[in-house]
C-alpha cells in the first residue's frame, strides 16, 4: 500500500492548562512538566461524526479522489455516542460513500492495525483499490474531570488518511499483551430481570501510570526494534519518528533508545494533547499540509494503547 491523501478535524474548543486549575489541583507548570502538554481541544457543540466526516473529506479531497472511489473504509474507534450502529456506517452514509465498512477498537494503536488490515485487503482483493481509514475518538467523554492524573492528558480529534496499491509498506507489527489492569474503563449495560451479577462502573478510565509508562516504553522499543530489522535498515536512516502522542517522556525515552536527533521527532503533543488512535494520522497531516514531508523519506510509526496493544511500521512517503 501507500497513502495519497491525509486528512484531520479537530474541535473549536481550546481548553488550556490554566483553565484546568479552576476546578482541578493542578498547574500549568505541573502538567507541563509531566506530559508536555499546553493545552488541548474538546469536543463542546460538535458531534464526533462530524469531525470524522470532515476529517474523510479532507482526505479524499488531498488523494483526489471522490466518495465514489472509495472501496472500504476502516473506522477507528474506541467510544462515541453511537452503541450501533458503528461509526464506520455513519461516516458512509455522511460522505455519500456506498463500499463496506470495518470498526476497529484497538485503543490509541488502532492506526497501525487499520494500516496492517489494509495492506491485506489491497494485496488479497484485486478489485479493491482505495481504502479510507479515518480515526475518530473523543477520550474526553471517557474521562473522570476529577482525576487529575488522567482527564489533563486527553484531547478530541479525528485523522484520515486514503491508501491506494503500492510498494510503500517496508516493515509492520503488531501485537496484543493483556494487560486489562493498567487502563481501563468498565461500564454498567442495561439491567435485564436476570443479572444477579455484581456490576461496576468505574466513572471514567482508570489508569495505572506507572504501568502504562513502563509498557508504552518497553513495548514500543520492541516494535521498533522488530521492524527495523525486519526492513533491514538501521535507526539512522529513518527520516521521521511518527510516535503516537501520548506523553513527552515517553517520546523522549524511545528517541534516547534509538539514539536519533530531536529533529527527528515532530510532535503536536503540545496544542492537542493524547488524541487515540486519531493521533497519528492527524500528525501526518499537519507535516503533509506543512509542506514537512518530503517525498522518498522513511517515516517509522509506532503507537501503543489499552489492551496492551502495540504496533509499528516503516513506510516511504510518496507523495
Not at 472501496?71 to 453511537?82: A, G, H, K, L, T
Not at 474526553?140 to 510503500?168: E, P, Y
Not at 510532535?267 to 503533509?288: C, K, Q, V
Request: net charge negative.
Amino acid at each position: 500500500m501507500r497513502i495519497i491523501g491525509t486528512g484531520s478535524a479537530r474541535p473549536s474548543k481550546v481548553v488550556t492548562n490554566s483553565m484546568l486549575e479552576n476546578f482541578l489541583d493542578t498547574s500549568d507548570e505541573w502538567i507541563v512538566t509531566r506530559t508536555g502538554i499546553h493545552e488541548r481541544r474538546v469536543i463542546s457543540s460538535e458531534n464526533l461524526e462530524d469531525l470524522a466526516a470532515t476529517a474523510a473529506r479532507n482526505a479524499m479531497e488531498n488523494a483526489g479522489i471522490t466518495s465514489e472511489d472509495v472501496d472500504f473504509i476502516i473506522c477507528s474507534n474506541v467510544v462515541n455516542e453511537y452503541v450501533t450502529p458503528g461509526l464506520g456506517c455513519v461516516i458512509q452514509g455522511m460522505i455519500g460513500a456506498t463500499c463496506p465498512t470495518m470498526d476497529i477498537n484497538c485503543a490509541c494503536t488502532g492506526f497501525i492495525y487499520a494500516l496492517d488490515v489494509a495492506e491485506a485487503y489491497l494485496a488479497t482483493k484485486k478489485d479493491m483499490r482505495n481504502i479510507l481509514i479515518v480515526c475518530a475518538e473523543e477520550p474526553a467523554r471517557m474521562m473522570n474531570w476529577h482525576d487529575r492524573s488522567s482527564c489533563i492528558l486527553f484531547g478530541d480529534a479525528a485523522g484520515a488518511v486514503v491508501v491506494t496499491k503500492g510498494d510503500d509498506l517496508k516493515a509492520i507489527r503488531v501485537s496484543t499483551h493483556c494487560k486489562v489492569e493498567a487502563l481501563y474503563q468498565k461500564r454498567k449495560l442495561q439491567p435485564t430481570p436476570f443479572i444477579t451479577k455484581e456490576e461496576v462502573d468505574t466513572e471514567g478510565v482508570v489508569m495505572n501510570g506507572q504501568d502504562v509508562f513502563k509498557l508504552a516504553v518497553s513495548s514500543s522499543i520492541k516494535d521498533i526494534d522488530k521492524v527495523l530489522t525486519m526492513a533491514g535498515m538501521t535507526a539512522d536512516e529513518i527520516d521521521l519518528y511518527v510516535l503516537h502522542q501520548a506523553n513527552v517522556r515517553i517520546i523522549e525515552s524511545i528517541r534516547h533508545f534509538v539514539n536519533q536527533d530531536k529533529s527527528k521527532f515532530p510532535f503536536n503533543l503540545d496544542r492537542y494533547g493524547n488524541t487515540s488512535s486519531a493521533s497519528i494520522p492527524a500528525l501526518l497531516d499537519d507535516l503533509n499540509r506543512g509542506n514537512q514531508l518530503k517525498t522518498g523519506e522513511m517515516l517509522l510509526l509506532s503507537a501503543f494503547g489499552a489492551g496492551f496493544t502495540t504496533g509499528a511500521c516503516i513506510l516511504r512517503w510518496s507523495m
